[in-house]
């Protein structure tokens, strides 16, 4: 099966079938604003979808709930844990 790239199915749904993708985009940053000045990671959307955002940017919008090293508010994960959590042992 050939594939179709999301950049030719965007476009072609905006240029072929007369949807205003800008619309729909200023319609997700205005909902997104708020929770990127706050350095959110993800939101959850009324209708039960999430959108996720990596630093200015939503990179997605999922049906489900994200797992949890991608929730709070301000978390970086980028960074490598502290060599003291590393040595210390977890109890289970």
Same mark, same amino acid.
């Given at each position: @099966? #050939?594939?179709? +790239?999301?950049?030719? *199915?965007? !476009?072609? @749904?905006? !240029?072929?079938?007369? &949807?205003?993708?800008? +619309?729909? !985009? !200023?319609? *997700?940053q #205005? &909902?997104?604003?708020? =929770? &990127?000045? &706050? /350095?959110?990671? +993800?939101?959850?959307?009324?209708?039960?979808?999430?959108l *996720?955002?990596?630093?200015?940017t939503?990179?997605?919008?999922?049906?489900?709930?994200?797992? /949890?090293? =991608? *929730?709070?508010?301000?978390?970086?994960? +980028?960074e490598?844990?502290?060599?003291?959590?590393?040595?210390?042992? #977890? #109890?289970?």
């Open positions: @099966m #050939r594939r179709i +790239s999301d950049h030719a *199915l965007l !476009r072609f @749904m905006e !240029r072929c079938c007369g &949807i205003d993708v800008e +619309s729909h !985009r !200023r319609q *997700l #205005r &909902i997104a604003d708020p =929770y &990127i000045a &706050i /350095k959110a990671r +993800s939101v959850p959307l009324p209708d039960g979808h999430w *996720l955002i990596e630093g200015e939503v990179v997605t919008v999922t049906p489900t709930k994200p797992n /949890k090293n =991608y *929730l709070g508010v301000g978390d970086d994960f +980028s490598p844990p502290h060599w003291k959590a590393l040595k210390r042992k #977890r #109890r289970r």
